[in-house]
C-alpha cells in the first residue's frame, strides 16, 4: 500500500537535510575571523602545549576533516559543547531560552493566522464592501514594513507618547517573581501556577511585541491567502461543485482545500522570518530569550555557543518546513513525492 | 454505424402528469447582459428568450461573441458579479432566478446542473471521485454511506465506467482525459437534476468521441426526465441532438426552428451561411470553401 | 524561394517514461517525407502522437530512436548556423497561442520579429509583408498594436499564422492551427493558407483531429492512431476506401452529420 507511504519519503529526507545544514554551520562559523584561542586567552603567550591543549578543549585539534566528524558526532548525540565565554552548557542554556523565543512567534503566528482567515474570507466573498476595499489595499502595502523600524515606532507611539504601555525592559514586572518551571513556556508557566498578578503583568508586556510581528508579518499571509481564496472562489471547479448540488459546507470546504497549500508553504516561512523577528523583538522589548544569547556570542566571537545556537534555529525551522510540507501534502495529494499530474 | 437519435416532438408527454408536464420547466423572456467597461456599457446579450419543456432538448448555436454563453450562465447564475441582468421574466420551475443576488459565491438553484467544455477544470482536483459523488448523492435524499457508494458505482457504470472501485478511489488527475469527461457527466447527473446545461460540452472532442458523449448524454437525459439546454458552436451536433435551435449573433437571437428542419428552412442568411461553411466531407472534394462572403456583408472578424 | 527543404522520418519512435517507471511510445514507428511539393494531412485524435510528430518535424524535439532529417542532416546533430536555416524553412503554428507570443510585445512587432531575424529584412519591408498577411487574414491592422491577450483566441490564433506566413517559409507545418476560430472565418483562412501555399510553393502539413478540414486543404491524408500510422493515400482513397477499422471509424462520424449538413 505505497499509496499511504509518501510521508515517510518526505519523513525520510528530514535527517538528511539536518546533517547538510549542520555541515554548512560548522563551514559558516569557520568564517568568524580571528583565532578563539587567541581571542579567549587575551593575548597571553602561550607554550605549544598550552595552546594545543587549548585548542583540544576547544574541538579544534586536528585537521578540518577531523573535526568535522568530531563534530558531527557531537550533534547527533545532542551534544552541543560549552560556551566558550562562560562555560555554561549550551544545551541547557538552549532549553531555557528556545520556547521564550518560540512562544513569542507561537503566538504571533496564531494571531497572524486567525486574522489571514477573518480577512481573506471577508474580503473576498463580500468585494464590494468599503472595509473589503481598505483592508485588501493594507495587505498589498503593508508587508514592506521592516519589523525593527515598526517596534521603535511603535515603542515610541504607545509608551511613550500614549503610555498605554508599560516600559520595554522584559516579560514581565521587575518586582514581581519569576513563574515556576512546568513547560518551559513562560506565559503557560503563569497561567498554570495561577499567579494572576503576575499572568497580567505578562499580557500587558506581551502586547506591543506581539502587535509588532503581526503588523510585520501578517500582510504577507494575507495578501497570498487572499490571492488564492479569490482564484479558489471563482475556479470552474467551484461552480462545478456548487453546480452539481454538493452542499453549501462542502463547497466551502472544498473550496479551503484548493485555496490553503499556497498560503501553508507560505506560512512555513514567514515562521523562519518570525523567529528571526522574536529575536530583533526580544532586543528592543529587553526580553530574555535566543535573541540575546545570539547577539551575546556574536560579541564574544563564542563560536561554540553560536554553532549551537544555529543548530537550534536551523533544526526549528526544517522541523517546521516537514510539518508544512507534509500538511500540504495532506491538503493536496498532487504534491505527494511520486505523483505526476497527466496533461488533458 | 449510424445510430438514430429518438426525438421529443413537441406534442408528447413524457410523463404521466398532465399539469405538470403542461408547464415549462424553463421560462425566459426579455433577458439582457450588459457588462460595463471604459467605453460605455458593452451589450453581451439583447432580448433573449426561451420555452423549454420537461424532456425536451434545445439547442443555442452561436460563434464567439454570439452571447450564449453568457445567457447560458445567466440562467445558472454563474455570471461574473459586474454583470447586469435585466429580464422580463427567468423562471425556473417556478423559481425566480431573477431573484438571486449576484455573489462572488453563488448559491446553487436546485435541480439544475451545468456540464463544461474541459472535464479537467471543472472536477476538483484533491478529492477523490468516489466522494465527490457521494457529495452529490447524498443531497439527493437520506441515504447511508452504503447505499451512496453503492449509488456512486451504479452511476459509474451508467457512463461506461466499470472498473468501478479504482475510479472511486481515484483522484482525477489519475484518470484518463476521457474518462473525466464521463466521471463530470455522472456527478452532473447523479443529483438527478431537472435541467442540465451543457455548455460547450464537446468542443475539445474529436468527431468520434464528440457523438459518443452526445449519445450518451440523451440517453441519461432520456431516462432521468431531464431537460437539456445545449450550447455550442457545433450547428450539426445541435440539430442531431436536440428537438429546437436557437441561432445568436452578437447578442441577438437571429432564428428558432426545430432542429430536424433547420437545413432545409433556414430563413436568416446567417444560418444559412453558418450551415454552408461547416466542414464536411463533400466540402472537402471543392477546390475553394465556402466562407460567410455570400451570405451576410459585414461578418465580424 | 528556390532550394530544397525536405524533413525526412525515418522509422522514429518517441518514448516518455511514464509515472510508475513504464516507457510509453508517443510515437511508434513513423516514417514519412515531407517537401515543398508535400501537401498532406495528419489526422488523429487527442494521444495519437500528432503533436509528437509535429515537433520533432520543426526541431522542438528529438526522436528517442530513428531520425528526423532536415536536408540530410539529422536535427540531432545541427549547428547553429543549420538551425537558423531550419527554422526559417519550415515554420508551425501551434495550437495554443496563449503561450507562444510573448505577452509584453504588441501583437505587431511579434508577427515582423521573426521575418526581421532570419530573413534579414528591414522593419519597414517586413512592415509590408504584416500589413499584407494581415489583410489576407481578415484582421484590422490596428488590432495589431494592442498585446496579445487584448485580443480575443481566434484573432491571436490568426495572428499565430500571420507570423509563420511572413517568414515565407519553404514548408508550414500547421498544428491544430484553426481550430479555435468560428466556422464563419475557418473558410477563408483555409482557403488563404491553401492559396499561400500554391502560390509561393511551399510545402504544407496541416494537422487536425478534424476530418474534413485536413482532407480539403491536402492532397495526401496520414492518419495516425496510438503512436502509429495506421493509414497513408490520397484523400479521396483515404475518404472512400478507408481500409483500416479505425479510419472508417473516423470517416463514419462524419458521414452521419453530412446528411443532415445543407448542399450549396
Known amino acids: ?344 | 454505424m449510424t445510430t438514430t437519435v429518438p426525438t421529443a416532438t413537441e406534442s408528447t408527454h413524457v410523463s404521466g402528469n398532465e399539469a405538470e408536464a403542461d408547464l415549462p420547466v424553463l421560462d425566459v423572456a426579455g433577458l439582457t447582459i450588459t457588462y460595463p467597461t471604459e467605453h460605455g456599457p458593452f451589450t453581451a446579450v439583447d432580448d433573449f428568450g426561451l420555452t423549454l419543456r420537461k424532456g425536451q432538448r434545445i439547442a443555442i448555436v452561436g460563434e464567439s461573441g454570439s452571447g450564449k454563453t453568457n445567457s447560458c450562465m445567466a440562467i445558472a447564475g454563474f455570471l461574473a458579479p459586474e454583470a447586469v441582468v435585466t429580464a422580463g421574466k427567468m423562471v425556473f420551475r417556478g423559481q425566480n432566478l431573477l431573484a438571486r443576488k449576484p455573489s462572488p459565491l453563488p448559491r446553487r438553484s436546485p435541480g439544475l446542473a451545468v456540464v463544461f467544455q474541459d472535464a479537467m477544470n471543472s472536477l476538483d482536483p484533491v478529492w477523490t471521485v468516489g466522494s465527490q459523488l457521494g457529495a452529490v448523492i447524498r443531497t439527493t435524499g437520506k441515504v447511508n454511506r452504503k447505499q451512496a457508494r453503492e449509488r456512486a458505482a451504479e452511476w459509474l457504470r451508467k457512463v461506461g465506467l466499470h472498473d468501478t472501485d479504482r475510479v472511486l478511489r481515484a483522484r482525477p488527475y489519475e484518470l484518463s482525459g476521457g474518462m473525466r469527461q464521463r466521471v463530470m457527466i455522472a456527478l452532473a447527473l447523479a443529483g438527478e437534476p431537472k435541467l442540465l446545461l451543457a455548455d460547450e460540452p464537446t468542443s475539445a472532442l474529436d468527431a468520434t468521441l464528440s457523438r459518443e458523449l452526445m449519445l450518451l448524454l440523451v440517453s441519461l437525459t432520456e431516462e432521468l426526465g431531464t431537460s437539456v439546454l445545449l450550447v455550442s458552436h457545433d450547428i450539426q451536433l445541435c440539430q442531431e441532438f436536440t428537438d429546437r435551435t436557437i441561432v445568436m449573433r452578437a447578442g441577438k437571437i437571429v432564428e428558432e426552428r426545430e432542429s430536424r428542419l433547420l437545413a432545409e428552412q433556414a430563413a436568416h442568411p446567417y444560418t444559412q451561411g453558418l450551415l454552408a461553411c461547416v466542414p464536411t466531407l463533400d466540402t472537402a472534394l471543392l477546390d475553394e470553401l465556402p466562407t460567410m462572403n455570400g451570405y451576410l456583408p459585414e461578418v465580424a472578424a | 524561394m528556390s532550394g530544397a527543404a525536405s524533413v525526412q522520418f525515418t522509422e522514429v519512435v518517441r518514448t516518455f517514461r511514464g509515472k510508475n517507471g513504464a516507457e510509453h511510445a508517443a510515437v511508434d514507428g513513423v516514417s514519412l517525407l515531407v517537401d515543398e511539393t508535400v501537401r498532406m494531412g495528419i489526422v488523429g485524435e487527442s494521444g495519437s502522437g500528432k503533436s509528437t510528430v509535429v515537433r520533432m518535424m520543426v526541431g522542438l524535439d528529438l526522436p528517442t530512436r530513428g531520425s528526423v532529417e532536415y536536408n540530410g542532416r539529422p536535427t540531432s546533430a545541427m549547428l547553429p548556423n543549420e538551425l537558423r536555416a531550419f527554422r526559417a524553412a519550415v515554420q508551425l503554428v501551434a495550437q495554443d497561442t496563449s503561450s507562444s507570443f510573448d505577452p509584453r510585445r504588441t501583437l505587431r512587432d511579434a508577427v515582423r520579429r521573426p521575418a526581421q531575424k532570419l530573413l534579414g529584412m528591414s522593419r519597414e519591408e517586413a512592415d509590408s509583408e504584416v500589413d499584407t498577411a494581415l489583410r489576407d487574414l481578415g484582421l484590422e491592422p490596428r488590432l495589431a498594436n494592442r498585446k496579445p491577450h487584448q485580443v480575443s483566441g481566434g484573432q491571436r490564433q490568426r495572428f499565430a499564422i500571420a507570423r509563420a506566413l511572413v517568414v515565407r517559409p519553404k514548408v508550414l507545418v500547421c498544428d491544430e492551427a484553426v481550430s479555435a476560430l468560428d466556422v464563419s472565418v475557418q473558410g477563408s483562412v483555409l482557403n488563404l493558407l491553401k492559396r499561400h501555399c500554391a502560390e509561393r510553393g511551399a510545402g504544407l502539413v496541416f494537422v487536425s483531429h478534424g476530418l474534413p478540414a485536413t482532407a480539403f486543404i491536402a492532397d495526401r491524408l496520414v492518419v495516425m492512431y496510438q503512436g502509429k500510422v495506421v493509414e497513408e493515400g490520397s484523400v479521396e482513397q483515404v475518404m472512400y476506401a478507408p481500409r483500416h477499422a479505425y479510419t472508417r471509424r473516423l470517416v463514419d462520424a462524419y458521414r452521419t452529420t453530412s446528411r443532415i449538413g445543407a448542399s450549396a
Open chain 1, 1 to 344: 500500500m505505497t499509496r499511504h507511504l509518501w510521508w515517510l519519503r518526505r519523513l525520510a529526507v528530514l535527517p538528511v537535510h539536518l546533517v547538510i545544514f549542520a555541515i554548512a554551520v560548522f563551514f559558516l562559523v569557520k568564517l568568524v575571523p580571528g583565532d578563539p584561542v587567541r581571542s579567549l586567552s587575551g593575548g597571553q603567550t602561550m607554550t605549544p602545549e598550552q595552546y594545543e591543549a587549548a585548542r583540544t578543549a576547544l574541538g579544534l585539534s586536528g585537521n578540518v576533516g577531523e573535526q568535522l566528524l568530531r563534530y558531527l558526532h557531537n550533534v547527533v548525540t545532542l551534544d552541543l559543547g560549552n560556551s566558550v565565554a562562560n562555560g555554561t552548557s549550551v544545551a541547557t542554556e538552549m532549553k531555557t531560552r528556545l520556547p521564550q523565543t518560540a512562544e513569542l512567534a507561537i503566538i504571533a503566528m496564531i494571531i497572524s493566522s486567525i486574522l489571514t482567515l477573518l480577512v481573506g474570507f471577508f474580503v473576498v466573498l463580500k468585494p464590494k464592501n468599503i472595509v473589503s476595499r481598505g483592508l485588501r489595499s493594507y495587505a498589498r502595502a503593508a508587508g514592506a514594513l521592516p519589523d525593527f523600524c515598526l517596534g521603535v515606532a511603535v515603542i515610541f507611539v504607545f509608551y511613550s507618547v500614549l503610555h498605554w504601555a508599560p516600559a520595554p525592559i522584559g516579560r514581565y514586572d521587575s518586582l514581581l517573581n519569576p513563574p515556576p518551571r512546568s513547560t518551559g513556556f513562560p506565559l503557560i508557566d503563569a497561567a498554570l501556577s495561577s499567579d494572576t498578578a503576575l499572568l497580567s503583568s505578562m499580557i500587558s508586556h506581551l502586547w506591543l511585541p506581539e502587535l509588532v510581528l503581526v503588523i510585520a508579518f501578517a500582510p504577507m499571509l494575507m495578501k497570498l491567502f487572499i490571492r488564492s481564496l479569490g482564484q479558489s472562489v471563482g475556479a470552474q471547479a467551484t461552480r462545478f461543485r456548487i453546480a452539481s448540488g454538493a452542499s453549501r459546507t462542502t463547497v466551502a470546504l472544498s473550496i479551503g482545500r484548493r485555496a490553503l497549500p499556497a498560503t501553508v508553504a507560505m506560512f512555513g516561512t514567514i515562521f523562519g522570518f518570525m523567529l528571526g523577528g522574536a529575536v530583533i523583538v526580544e532586543q528592543l522589548f529587553a526580553m530574555p530569550g535566543m535573541g540575546e544569547y545570539a547577539v551575546q556570542a556574536v560579541t564574544r566571537a563564542d563560536f561554540i555557543a553560536l554553532q549551537g545556537f544555529l543548530l537550534v534555529v536551523g533544526g526549528v525551522s526544517l522541523l517546521v518546513f516537514f510539518l508544512v510540507d507534509v500538511i500540504n501534502m495532506l491538503l493536496d495529494p498532487r504534491r505527494r513525492p511520486g505523483v505526476t499530474v497527466e496533461g488533458a
